[in-house]
């Protein structure tokens, strides 16, 4: 049982290239989440899907775009990487919060040069 | 922003001592957790309290929560060298599944 993985683990990006981060679970979960992780921000929200097929926006959705086309996988995308962008992006699965915890993928180290 | 921030940020202790780390919030919630997250790794689930109790306990971990301060606290007794890590807070506050994280505590046990 893998749980939530990320891939890639490292990227370096030039600014204005783009790319794709993928997180896919085996828990069948119906939530699925992307946060970014900056030093002394904790962990923000970028977007979110409550299911196949949806997407909505967290806090800080500027710059990314996400899809969710199947179940099991939630992608990330930077269309034209800036600076700012650069983070531990982490994915995160689980149902509904009120019974039940987030899983987590180990992360994908993104810098953008 | 944040719905919820840790307090201290940075908390050094020698092994055998206790570790008492506190949230605070902003908005009303369903539940309220605390995760792990060790240096360069994901995050880990430590314990979940709802809103309707007081206190839960796991292993040496302890948490409070008073919803009419808006404030939950970590208590890890007996701490090791192995709870070196950062603690997050993260609570659920109702609407649209979000989970809102806080910034986080950096705990460092000392042998």
């Known amino acids: 049982n893998a749980g939530v993985t990320q891939t890639p683990k490292f990227r370096v990006l030039k600014t204005g290239q783009s790319m794709t981060l993928l997180c896919a679970q085996d828990m069948n979960h119906e939530y699925m989440y992307w946060y970014r992780q900056d030093p002394g921000m904790g962990l923000r929200l970028i977007h979110y899907s409550v299911g196949e097929g949806t997407t909505a926006k967290g806090e800080v959705p500027d710059g990314y775009n996400v899809s969710r086309l199947k179940k099991q996988n939630f992608l990330l995308g930077l269309e034209s990487a800036a600076p700012s962008q650069t983070s531990v992006y982490f994915c995160a699965s689980g149902e509904n919060w009120d019974y039940t915890e987030a899983f987590f993928g180990q992360g994908t180290r993104l810098t953008v040069v | 922003s944040q719905q919820g921030e840790e307090d201290p940020q940075a908390l050094s202790i020698q092994e055998g001592e206790n570790a008492t780390m506190n949230c605070s919030y902003k908005t009303s919630i369903n539940n309220l957790q605390w995760y792990r997250q060790n240096s360069g790794r994901g995050l880990v689930h430590l314990i979940l309290?709802?809103?309707?109790?007081r206190e839960k306990h796991s292993g040496r971990l302890r948490v409070t929560l008073d919803t009419s301060k808006k404030s939950s606290s970590l208590l890890i007794t007996a701490s090791r060298a192995a709870d070196t890590a950062s603690y997050f807070c993260?609570?659920?506050?109702?609407?649209?599944?979000?989970?809102?994280f806080g910034t986080g505590t950096q705990l460092k046990v000392e042998l």
């Open positions: 309290i709802r809103s309707n109790e």
């Open positions: 993260a609570t659920d506050a109702g609407g649209g599944n979000k989970l809102t």
